[in-house]
């Protein structure tokens, strides 16, 4: 999830987080971005510190205190004593104003541990290079299985309803 109020930069980071292949929910004030975080299952949070309703800090505090989801602090506050402040409420990770596309989506890779592979039994999923391996054999998934795929063994244990499958992958 996004949370900015400039909607030009949310829907810049939309774009280019929606190539890399994540599925992004955006979020214009804090209050709306707590009720997203409560009824979707958000693994991270790109979250500007001076958002309205509620700040960023806030929002961060109850996200840690109520969720798994990681947080990136991506924000124009520059101080040590901001960033301090940041990662005393929770933050994962501090991203300072202006910044380098290219480096978020690193670091969002980091967070999430997208660099590396998950696995389920004998099946192994190498995120980065979307591929899918059964005892070490390749199995040529299409983007639709693999993303399927992908999104069950990451949501195992959680019932899911047809409509959030649709809507996630």
């Known amino acids: 999830?996004?949370?900015d109020d400039?909607?030009?930069?949310?829907?810049?980071?939309?774009?280019?987080?929606?190539?890399?292949?994540?599925?992004?929910?955006c979020s214009f004030n804090g209050e709306d971005a707590v009720d997203k975080c409560y009824s979707n299952k958000i693994d991270l949070v790109i979250l500007d510190w001076m958002i309205p309703k509620l700040s960023g800090n806030e929002v961060c505090k109850y996200i840690k205190e109520n969720?798994?989801?990681k947080v990136l602090m991506l924000t124009a506050k520059t101080t040590t004593k901001d960033e301090l402040e940041?990662?005393?409420?929770?933050?994962?990770?501090?991203?300072?104003k202006p910044f380098d596309i290219r480096?978020?989506?690193?670091?969002?890779?980091?967070?999430?541990?997208?660099h590396k592979e998950i696995g389920f039994k004998d099946i192994r999923i190498n995120i980065k290079d979307k591929r899918?391996?059964?005892?070490?054999?390749?199995?040529?998934?299409?983007?639709?299985?693999?993303d399927l795929?992908?999104?069950?063994?990451?949501?195992?244990?959680?019932?899911?309803s047809r409509d959030r499958i649709i809507t996630s992958v």
């Open 103 to 114: 480096v978020l989506i690193m670091r969002v890779n980091k967070l999430l541990n997208l």
């Open 149 to 160: 795929l992908s999104y069950f063994i990451k949501n195992k244990g959680i019932i899911l």
């Open 6 to 25: 400039e909607r030009k930069l949310v829907n810049i980071l939309k774009t280019y987080f929606e190539k890399e292949g994540f599925n992004v929910i």
């Open 86 to 96: 940041a990662l005393s409420v929770g933050a994962d990770e501090y991203i300072k």
């Open 67 to 69: 969720t798994s989801s």
């Open 1 to 3: 999830m996004i949370v």
């Open 132 to 146: 899918v391996y059964k005892d070490d054999r390749n199995l040529n998934l299409t983007k639709l299985e693999f």
